[in-house]
């Protein structure tokens, strides 16, 4: 867990700096009643140099990941259970993965299996 922590809190950092961005000057239309939920903020894995970075992320449920490939060579995005699976992704492809279900989803690249990563999905407060 230690090492989860590690990149939970820059996580929290960038959600609170674009909810700060993105606030409107105006009072959101909201009902009596009726509580507005944040969204989940989204948030990216770059593939860069045969590897995944951040190699671990944790998110919270209804969290977007996206990766995107820098790399002038072909890599691709598949979870070890076949939970998702992205086609090759050629310089500068993106694939995304909206994480609904709490759980520990280890991925890797098919072409090239020593590149290694994970995606934590934390149930939502
Ligand atoms: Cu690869």
Redesign the pocket.
């Known amino acids: 867990m230690k090492h989860n922590m590690t990149f939970f809190a820059p996580i929290l950092l960038a959600a609170s700096f674009a909810a700060n961005a993105d606030a409107p000057a105006v009072t959101p239309n909201t009902k009596p009643g009726v509580t507005t939920t944040a969204a989940a903020a989204d948030t990216s894995v770059s593939i860069k140099n ?1 590897a995944f970075a951040p190699t671990a992320t944790t998110v919270t449920v209804g969290t977007t990941v996206h990766w995107k490939n820098l790399d002038g ?1 072909p ?2 995005v598949r979870s070890i259970d076949a939970t998702f699976r992205s086609d090759a992704l050629d310089q500068n492809d993106s694939y995304s993965v909206k994480f609904d279900q709490p759980g520990t989803y280890k991925y890797v ?1 098919s ?2 299996p020593q ?1 290694v990563g994970t995606i934590v999905v934390t149930a939502a407060h």
Request: contains cysteine; charged residues 10%.
């Open positions: 045969f060579e890599h691709t690249c072409i090239h590149m």
